[in-house]
């Protein structure tokens, strides 16, 4: 009697560029603390009129988002905006590996400068592989699947009110299994 919803997808991740490509310094990494590791992606956002793109930022210690921004194109200027939201936020970013896919938006001589500029170390898959950044991954999951962004909006607009209501549901009121049924907002202040 239940019927699968049948799943749309976007490319979101061009990999093929002249751009430097990083090592992933996280494998090893036994993350204890907030602001120690943030992983990153983006994923589409369907409207009427075409595609929006989400570029998200969640710090992997008590899975919060941190940084988030909605805009009309794949460019750089989407990521740039959340990775500064992120870090106006931050209030100790002391040892931060930022940790994404190797898209052209993260391995941009731009978005690695601003990285270089705060001292935060930068970490990419290897095999460009989904399990290599597997956070990132879950959270647009959860964001598309129990907050229904997986929706058509009628507009940017709307999937813009959308977005930020579902972030700030997903950051202070889903309570998570891997945080002992605690919001990421409450980790993320208690040990922050």
Same mark, same amino acid.
Not at 167 to 172: C, R
């Given at each position: ?110 978005? !690695? ?11 990419? !898959? ?17 964001? +598309? ?10 507009? +940017? ?6 977005? +930020? ?16 049924? +605690? ?10």
């Amino acid at each position: 009697m239940l019927t699968h919803r049948k799943k749309y997808s976007c490319r979101t991740t061009n990999s093929l560029h002249r751009f430097y490509k990083y090592r992933n310094i996280i494998k090893d990494v036994e993350v204890d603390r907030p602001n120690q590791v943030w992983v990153s992606d983006i994923t589409y956002i369907r409207t009427v009129k075409g595609f929006c793109y989400l570029a998200l930022i969640t710090d992997m210690y008590s899975r919060k988002i941190v940084g988030w921004d909605l805009s009309n194109s794949l460019e750089l200027s989407g990521c740039v905006r959340a990775l500064n939201k992120a870090l106006y936020q931050a209030k100790e970013i002391e040892q931060l590996i930022h940790h994404s896919d190797r898209g052209i938006q993260y391995c941009s001589n731009v978005y !690695t400068q601003i990285l270089k500029r705060n001292n935060i170390g930068i970490s990419m !898959t290897e095999e460009n592989h989904c399990y290599e950044n597997a956070l990132a991954e879950r959270v647009n999951g959860i964001l +598309k699947d129990e907050f229904y962004l997986d929706q058509t909006f009628d507009n +940017k607009e709307h999937a813009k009110r959308a977005t +930020k209501n579902a972030i700030k549901l997903y950051n202070e009121i889903r309570l998570h299994l891997s945080l002992d049924f +605690k919001t990421p907002e409450m980790v993320y202040k208690l040990t922050a």
